[in-house]
């Protein structure tokens, strides 16, 4: 099933695209960084190295089989094109990451672009905040590295 989907997406099928494609599918967490995917493949004792992660998944997000996010304070994570729109609340003290779609949000902005004499093509929102699950490492980031 992922041979398919990799031939739909006009990428030859290597045993990394399939593996990788395969951990992506299978993520209760649909937001995996390269690290996250490349520590699944060594306790499934794949031999892929970090560096091919990185280029596969470059490659599946140039194919349109994955988006790429750059949350602020977090590493690049990578989550499968499921089709259909989402919005992301991210906590920036562990990287958690929610889903959500709000229709009230979506038509206030479908709205606002409107009256602005726009016709939305895209959006992404993002909200930041400190997550209450208290399985959160509060001290994994630090304060100190501004940019
Ligand atoms: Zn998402
Ligand atoms: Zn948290």
Same mark, same amino acid.
């Given at each position: ?25 299978? /993520? ?22 970090? /560096? ?10 140039? /194919?349109?089989?994955? #988006? ?5 304070? #977090? ?37 606002? /672009? ?7 093509? $895209? ?19 630090? $304060?100190?590295?501004? $940019?």
């Amino acid at each position: 099933m992922e041979t398919q989907e990799l031939k739909k997406a006009g990428l030859k099928v290597t045993l990394p695209r399939v593996k990788i494609l395969e951990i992506l599918e299978r /993520a209760e967490d649909h937001h995996l960084s390269a690290e996250m995917i490349y520590r699944q493949l060594l306790e499934a004792g794949e031999e892929i190295g970090l /560096a091919t992660v990185y280029r596969v998944l470059t490659q599946f997000e140039g /194919a349109g089989l994955v #988006n790429r996010h750059h949350f602020e304070g #977090n590493q690049a994570v990578f989550e499968l094109e499921r089709g259909g729109h989402h919005d992301h609340i991210v906590c920036v003290k562990c990287g958690r990451v929610e889903e959500f779609v709000d229709p009230v949000i979506e038509e206030r902005q479908r709205a606002i /672009a409107e009256e602005r004499g726009f016709r939305i093509k $895209d959006h992404a929102l993002i909200i930041y905040g400190e997550c209450k699950d208290e399985a959160c490492p509060y001290d994994t980031h630090t $304060d100190e590295d501004d $940019d």
